[in-house]
């Protein structure tokens, strides 16, 4: 009895802080590359296991093993999927851990899920809050100071929109015939903040 009282308990703990806010994975992953995006998923999978099992460590979790076979049944699969659910804001099926038995594979399947590998022509949504930011910044500017970004942002566009290296003029600074199309998210950052004064 004291034993279902405690795996109980943990279970409890484990559905309301192993996934805090809808979307929570989402946002975590999303700044990072493949590699740390899945150690991210894997550990939270884990974590999410040993604490429905009322294991004290994710590390009492193997990576490789089976749901099923370390001990999962009918309620701590649904607590488990639920608690996905919530952290991802995905509606994942019952036949979730069936599909994908093992934290690697559903860390793998998560992944691709929660963040696609995006088309070359697709505005990254960092750049996008980026530019929000800016704008927001903007609206409460005093004029003067609208004017000098302005005249800033116009520069800024010509220099992404510019003449490759063979055009660039070497006199003037930082022309290093980067395009919009070529540069990187970094680089394009790294215009708003330098450039901009926004850093």
């Known amino acids: 009895m004291l034993q279902g009282l405690v795996r109980s308990r943990a279970r409890r703990a484990a559905a309301t802080g192993g996934a805090a806010a809808p979307d929570t994975l989402r946002q975590r992953i999303a700044p990072h590359d493949e590699a740390t995006q899945l150690d991210i998923l894997l550990t939270y999978i884990r974590g999410q296991v040993a604490a429905v099992l009322g294991h004290g460590s994710p590390d009492a979790i193997d990576a490789d093993s089976g749901f099923l076979e370390m001990g999962l049944d009918s309620l701590t699969t649904v607590e488990f999927r639920n608690n996905l659910n919530h952290a991802t804001g995905l509606r994942l099926p019952p036949t979730t851990l069936f599909d994908y038995p093992t934290p690697v ?95």
């Open 105 to 199: 594979q559903l860390a793998s399947m998560l992944r691709a899920e929660l963040a696609p590998v995006r088309a070359p022509d697709e505005v990254p949504q960092a750049l996008v809050a980026e530019l929000d930011r800016l704008e927001s910044s903007l609206r409460t500017a005093v004029p003067g100071v609208r004017t000098a970004v302005a005249a800033r942002m116009q520069a800024l566009l010509l220099k992404l929109d510019g003449p490759g290296p063979e055009g660039a003029d070497p006199e003037q600074p930082g022309a290093e015939g980067v395009t919009i199309e070529s540069a990187t998210d970094d680089e394009i950052f790294d215009f708003i903040d330098n450039e901009l004064g926004l850093s």
